[in-house]
């Protein structure tokens, strides 16, 4: 087969199928078939078509990003992450504001499960910082945390990098910020990502592809300009087109 013609740019993008069902979810992923992207599975979509849909893109050939933001006790967090790792997924997620022991619990959970079958790799394991729907007003005032949104996330990071994390999620305009606070190769992982022109919908902080790349950002998450588009691989190519002039193989 021949190899996807901007690979490593491709790798690094992640698309969300936020659907509420796994036809039209299997829809999109048959029409994205042949381009090595990451593929996003949420809260929605996880709760209607379950692990078995996790398989299904596994078996695809698909890395998948399993999004359900943990945020619990540090034990209960302990058992999702166990089960998340057996189930294959090559990246997954908690929320940092769960605190150390949750993180570190996470860790641990995860650790296990590898221990127990050596025949799984080893997911990325990410922190959420800040949705990217969240201003600062919001942060402040509704969440009650003083302060900047970029302070805040960097915090966030560096306990997320103390705690033996991977990376952590947080908007394209903290990627620096982040990188300077806990190196080059902590991961960070950015939805708010729109092209040039998109509808923003419910994001507050965003940045075009090439721009997000441009700032070091390592992984892009991508749902509506892909999804709700006419021509969903025409706009993922475009997209994959732009970050690769950013891209080094």
Excluded: W
């Excluded at 997924?89 to 221990?115: C, I, P, T, W, Y």
């Excluded at 402040?140 to 033996?164: F, K, Q």
């Amino acid at each position: 087969m021949t190899e996807y013609v901007h690979t490593a740019a491709a790798q690094r993008l992640i698309v969300a199928l936020d659907y509420p069902n796994v036809e039209q979810a299997r829809h999109l992923i048959d029409t994205l078939q042949g381009i090595p992207c990451y593929i996003k599975v949420g809260m929605q979509l996880f709760y209607a078509a379950g692990p078995e849909f996790v398989r299904e893109l596994k078996e695809k050939g698909y890395s998948v990003f399993l999004d359900l933001k943990m945020h619990d006790i540090p034990n209960t967090v302990k058992g999702g992450a166990h089960s998340i790792t057996r189930l294959g997924v090559d990246m997954f997620n908690v929320h940092a504001a769960g605190g150390r022991e949750m993180m570190k619990a996470a860790v641990a959970g995860m650790e296990q499960a590898l221990s127990e079958d050596k025949a799984l790799t080893r997911p990325l394991l990410i922190a959420v910082t800040q949705l990217t729907s969240t201003s600062q007003q919001t942060m402040n005032e509704d969440i009650g945390i003083p302060g900047s949104v970029e302070d805040t996330v960097v915090r966030y990071a560096r306990l997320a990098y103390e705690c033996g994390l991977d990376g952590v999620v947080s908007s394209p305009l903290e990627g620096p910020a982040i990188k300077a606070a806990c190196g080059s190769s902590f991961v960070t992982v950015t939805p708010g990502v729109r092209p040039a022109g998109a509808e923003v919908a419910d994001q507050t902080r965003i940045m075009t592809p090439g721009r997000a790349i441009a700032a070091g950002n390592d992984y892009l998450v991508v749902g509506r300009p892909i999804t709700a588009a006419i021509d969903p691989r025409k706009a993922a190519e475009q997209i994959i087109e732009e970050m690769n002039q950013y891209v080094n193989d």
